[in-house]
């Protein structure tokens, strides 16, 4: 069960449903939401004489401390209802949003962030804010997209690798798997020979821990051929009308996803459901 959710806010256009998604969940934990707006002060003016600060440069912090105050008055009064709910200004000072946002995160179980996908392209804030999440903080991220509306949780995928990634999300996501009605592991192969062998006992094992804490779970193999894994995963969320995506966040450098593509950067750019990360 989860106990305290952190909710960093961004001020893009998918803060709104990331906090409408973190208010239901912890209202089905019965957990604490922290929602967290964070702001950057303009640096004094370098290389005058005077170090005095001037009038113009107090004026214009004043100015942003007055607009974070009045961002999260907007947000008090439409959670005002939810009880567990806060909301809390934090000014950044030497240190960035996201750098803040990953300090305050050590204490929560889980970050929820509002996402990108179906922009022409990533949010750089929205992207160091999810990079500081998942590494700095070493928290489990769900990204929530900006068109995101509750639904019946009928089904959640997990993308499933053997790797430290994957198991990390999905013992992570034990919390959330545990209200929706079923669970697909999906192991994605690139070739038809890998289709054919026996399924791994790991996979076994893994039905079965989740069906201790009683989630009904089951595992499937999805050829790519030449396809995106990315895409296949996408692909299968839809035919099943999945409301969750788990899967291990950077399998790769993030280097090389930002370069040549990786299923965390297509997932963050193109999925159109939450998707919770762990790394």
Same mark, same amino acid.
């Given at each position: 069960?989860?106990?305290?959710?952190?909710? *960093?806010?961004?001020?893009?256009?998918?803060?709104?449903?990331?906090?409408?998604?973190?208010?239901?969940?912890?209202?089905?934990?019965?957990?604490?939401?922290?929602?967290?707006?964070?702001?950057?002060?303009?640096?004094?003016?370098?290389?005058?004489?005077? *170090? &005095?600060?001037?009038?113009?440069?107090?004026?214009?912090?004043?100015?942003?401390?007055?607009?974070?105050?009045?961002?999260?008055?907007?947000?008090?009064?439409?959670?005002? #209802?939810?009880?567990?709910?806060?909301?809390?200004?934090?000014?950044?000072?030497? #240190?960035?949003?996201?750098?803040?946002?990953?300090?305050?995160?050590?204490?929560?179980?889980?970050?929820?962030?509002?996402?990108?996908?179906?922009?022409?392209?990533?949010?750089?804030?929205?992207?160091?804010?999810?990079?500081?999440?998942?590494?700095?903080?070493?928290?489990?991220?769900?990204?929530?997209?900006?068109?995101?509306?509750?639904?019946?949780?009928?089904?959640?995928?997990?993308?499933?690798?053997?790797?430290?990634?994957?198991?990390?999300?999905?013992?992570?996501?034990? *919390?959330?798997?545990?209200?929706?009605?079923?669970?697909?592991?999906?192991?994605?192969?690139?070739?038809?020979?890998?289709?054919?062998?026996?399924?791994?006992?790991?996979?076994?094992?893994?039905?079965?821990?989740?069906?201790?804490?009683?989630?009904?779970?089951?595992?499937?193999?999805?050829?790519?051929?030449?396809?995106?894994?990315?895409?296949?995963?996408?692909?299968?969320?839809?035919?099943?009308?999945?409301?969750?995506?788990?899967?291990?966040?950077?399998?790769?450098?993030?280097?090389?996803?930002? &370069?040549?593509?990786?299923?965390?950067?297509?997932?963050?750019?193109?999925?159109?459901?939450?998707?919770?990360?762990?790394?």
């Amino acid at each position: 069960m989860l106990k305290d959710i952190l909710v *960093p806010l961004s001020d893009s256009s998918a803060d709104d449903a990331a906090i409408r998604f973190a208010v239901e969940i912890g209202r089905s934990q019965d957990a604490r939401v922290r929602i967290i707006e964070t702001f950057d002060l303009p640096p004094p003016a370098i290389g005058t004489a005077d *170090p &005095t600060p001037r009038a113009s440069f107090l004026a214009a912090q004043d100015a942003c401390r007055r607009e974070a105050s009045e961002r999260a008055s907007r947000i008090r009064a439409r959670i005002a #209802e939810h009880p567990g709910v806060s909301v809390e200004v934090h000014e950044a000072g030497i #240190e960035s949003p996201a750098e803040l946002a990953a300090r305050l995160a050590f204490s929560a179980d889980l970050a929820i962030v509002g996402g990108w996908s179906g922009f022409a392209k990533a949010d750089p804030a929205g992207v160091a804010l999810f990079n500081a999440l998942l590494f700095d903080a070493g928290r489990p991220v769900v990204v929530v997209p900006p068109h995101w509306r509750a639904s019946d949780h009928s089904c959640a995928i997990v993308g499933w690798k053997d790797t430290p990634n994957a198991c990390r999300a999905l013992h992570s996501a034990i *919390p959330l798997l545990q209200q929706v009605k079923t669970v697909l592991l999906v192991e994605i192969c690139s070739h038809s020979d890998e289709m054919e062998g026996a399924a791994g006992t790991v996979t076994a094992s893994l039905i079965e821990h989740l069906r201790s804490w009683g989630i009904a779970a089951s595992a499937t193999r999805l050829l790519a051929r030449h396809r995106r894994s990315s895409e296949v995963l996408l692909d299968h969320a839809r035919a099943t009308k999945a409301t969750l995506i788990v899967v291990g966040g950077y399998g790769h450098s993030r280097l090389r996803e930002r &370069t040549i593509g990786g299923m965390t950067m297509e997932l963050l750019q193109g999925a159109t459901i939450p998707v919770l990360y762990a790394h």
